[in-house]
Nanobody, 115 residues
Framework: QVQLVESGGGLVQAGGSLRLSCAASGRIFSLNAMTWYRQAPGKQRDLVATITSGGTTIYTNSVKGRFTISRDNAKNTVYLQMNSLEPEDTAVYYC?????????WGQGTQVTVSS
């Protein structure tokens, strides 16, 4: 059974940094694109950044220059380095991964940025 487990969320002051991790485990033959989403209270879940198996990255405009997505294929793990955090970044962050053609989701990790 495939699982995604996120970690690294927390409370930080505006201007601070956090690093999120998401590790995939279980029976995995092909780990394709890995993506971070976020969902603020009362809002829809939005894409933050995605990285393909080859390392190509895409970011939503609001995080460009502040967030960096990366992955360690040997560890089946994706990271999201978040710098210069703003209160507007407060949300539950979810990772999603395309594994063997199916999309799996993590349970989410809370990120709270205080002003």
């Amino acid at each position: 059974q495939v699982q995604l487990v996120e970690s690294g969320g927390g409370l930080v002051q505006a201007g601070g940094s956090l690093r999120l991790s998401c590790a995939a485990s279980g029976r995995i033959f092909s780990l394709n694109a890995m993506t971070w989403y976020r969902q603020a209270p009362g809002k829809q879940r939005d894409l933050v950044a995605t990285i393909t198996s080859g390392g190509t990255t895409i970011y939503t405009n609001s995080v460009k220059g502040r967030f960096t997505i990366s992955r360690d294929n040997a560890k089946n793990t994706v990271y999201l380095q978040m710098n210069s955090l703003e209160p507007e970044d407060t949300a539950v962050y979810y990772c999603a991964a395309n594994i063997d053609g199916r999309v799996y989701w993590g349970q989410g990790t809370q990120v709270t940025v205080s002003s």
